[in-house]
């Protein structure tokens, strides 16, 4: 339900010009105008509102989404082609609406806490906020920044900034607030009752996006597990829903014989109704793990280094495996746009291989389920040789990136992998930034997936961190053992000499250990 601004009780409203009229008129009915910045006042145990305006600073403002290695982008196609657009009224004039699959944008209000760290620290989360909206399929329209100590208990921002929200909910004809945290289920009720709109948080905008984006099936079945723990505690009842059933011919419910005693109630019933799909989807996603491990085992028995790419969502991963492998994955000014892992092969410019696998972007706070959900994913960069960290240099809080995608590599262990720093966007940074980040970063590389720049440097660089072949053996291989001699070109293996003599291929290399008990027959010992 949207709420419509009441001008004529509001003194506010009646202290506003005709043109702040007009505007309010003019966003209400959709027309592309941009929200006016709602200048809110001081009031108790809070802080000034800071309206979030225009394209979300979290998603980077570059004129070409795409390279020439980014390949057709056929899945980025399918996805647009439910597409979504401001002003869509719900009486359709044109039957191409119908036809092109156009959906009306919600339209939404943010709000936020500042209870610790700097304001620009609240309003850079609060841009994160409205990036994730964007990309779940919302136009938003203002937002507001509290100073508060703690949470309040019983609406989160406290009475009196919650009677602002809805000011700001009425003036604006939002349909949907969403606040900046994970919100208990009182919170949320209680807010929705004041300002009397849909109220969701920050959890539950992530499991959406989520929810768009999953492809492949162990992606999905991830997501619906992630999403039923999200719902399990926040189910609630109204009316009858919520009473026992009847016993014999009591009222109206004529159960009759074999339904006497206290019964279940909805709620109970929803509940255990959730618990064994939940059941289910954990048997489902642990029978998929093992063809994961099986993969992973074929590589460690080959011992194929392995690097993964892991960073903050929206860093350029995608783009990055698809301009070091040409893999053609999808690619999108978005976050969160790619979920499912993607591993490709590589090799190092003197012909050492490697897999490159693309995994999911993390957030700041990012939802405790999903890490439990996408623990079998995560675990590409738990098992990795190598971990190719991607930073937005571009991003305005680079830092907190790299701390929140630090915090989730703590979470599944992946803190002991060596870990290099690829400072991605370069031709979109602040070369002050950039500078800031290469004095603070040991190990680091700085590229642009979308133009090249210092893609060799990183080559280089992974190619002098991967594992390489350790034993070194001085072998003598008969000319009809020449499938030796390609096993050696074909493997992973570092040819430093070959000499060719009377007995055979007199040759120098570096195998690893595997290979090496295969070759011992060969070995001369001068």
Same mark, same amino acid.
């Given at each position: ?25 003019? +966003? ?51 996805? +647009? !082609? ?13 039957? @191409? ?35 994730? !909206? ?37 003036? @604006?004809?939002?349909? @949907? ?18 300002? $009397? ?17 999953? #492809?492949?099936?162990?992606? $999905? ?24 059933? !009847?016993?014999? *011919? ?15 109630? #909805? ?5 255990? +109704?959730?618990?064994? =799909?939940?059941? #289910? ?7 998929? $793990? ?24 929206? %860093? ?19 976050? /969160? ?36 959900? /996408? ?27 790299? %701390?929140?995608?630090?915090?989730? /590599?703590?979470?599944?262990?992946? =803190? ?22 290469? *004095? ?27 594992? =390489? ?40 290399? #570096? ?16």
């Amino acid at each position: 339900m949207t709420s419509q601004p009441n001008t004529g009780s509001d003194p506010a409203a009646q202290d506003m010009s005709p043109q702040e009229i007009q505007a309010v008129i003019d +966003r209400i009915l959709a027309k592309d105008v941009p929200a006016k910045n709602v200048s809110t006042p001081r009031g108790e145990g809070s802080g000034d509102g800071k309206a979030v305006l225009g394209r979300a600073q979290a998603i980077s403002r570059l004129d070409e989404e795409h390279s020439t290695y980014d390949g057709d982008q056929q899945d980025l196609e399918e996805r +647009r !082609a439910l597409r979504r657009r401001a002003g869509l009224s719900t009486e359709l004039e044109d039957v @191409t609406e119908v036809e092109y699959r156009q959906l009306r944008l919600e339209r939404v209000v943010l709000a936020g806490l500042w209870s610790e760290g700097t304001l620009a620290d609240a309003e850079n989360s609060l841009r994160e906020l409205a990036a994730l !909206a964007e990309t779940a399929g919302s136009e938003v329209l203002d937002g507001l920044v509290q100073r508060r100590d703690k949470p309040d208990p019983g609406t989160f921002l406290g009475s009196g900034k919650a009677q602002e929200l809805k000011d700001i909910v009425m003036s @604006t004809g939002a349909d @949907t607030v969403i606040v900046d945290a994970e919100l208990a289920p009182s919170q949320r009720r209680a807010l929705e009752d004041i300002v $009397k709109v849909k109220v969701i948080d920050r959890t539950a905008l992530i499991l959406d996006i989520f929810a768009q984006h999953a #492809k492949s099936r162990e992606g $999905k079945a991830q997501v619906e597990l992630a999403q039923l723990e999200y719902l399990l505690p926040r189910l609630r009842g109204w009316g009858e829903s919520m009473s026992r059933q !009847a016993g014999g *011919q009591v009222g109206s419910a004529a159960a009759g014989m074999g339904s006497r005693g206290p019964g279940e109630t #909805k709620i109970e019933l929803d509940r255990r +109704r959730i618990r064994t =799909r939940m059941a #289910k989807l954990r048997r489902e996603i642990a029978a998929m $793990k093992p063809a994961r491990e099986t993969k992973r085992a074929n590589r460690r028995r080959n011992e194929v280094p392995s690097v993964a790419i892991a960073g903050y969502t929206n %860093a350029g991963k995608s783009s990055l495996l698809n301009r070091l492998t040409d893999a053609g994955v999808l690619v999108e000014n978005a976050l /969160f746009a790619t979920l499912d892992p993607t591993v490709r092969k590589a090799e190092t410019p003197d012909g050492l291989g490697y897999t490159l696998a693309d995994t999911v972007g993390f957030v700041r706070s990012l939802p405790t389920q999903l890490v439990e959900a /996408f623990r079998s994913t995560l675990e590409e960069v738990a098992d990795a040789d190598l971990i190719l960290h991607v930073v937005d240099v571009s991003h305005p809080d680079p830092e907190g990136q790299i %701390a929140a995608v630090r915090k989730v /590599f703590s979470e599944v262990d992946a =803190r002991k992998v060596p870990e290099i720093i690829v400072l991605n966007k370069a031709d979109a940074a602040d070369p002050f930034v950039v500078e800031r980040l290469k *004095q603070r970063e040991q190990r680091h590389v700085v590229v642009s997936a979308r133009t090249g720049e210092g893609i060799p440097e990183l080559l280089k660089l992974i190619s002098e961190s991967i594992p =390489r072949p350790s034993v070194q053996m001085d072998l003598l291989i008969p000319y009809d053992r020449g499938d030796l001699i390609s096993k050696l070109h074909q493997s992973d293996a570092e040819i430093l000499s070959v000499d060719h003599i009377e007995a055979g291929t007199r040759t120098a290399v #570096k195998v690893r250990e595997g290979l090496a008990s295969e070759l011992e027959p060969f070995a001369v010992n001068d």
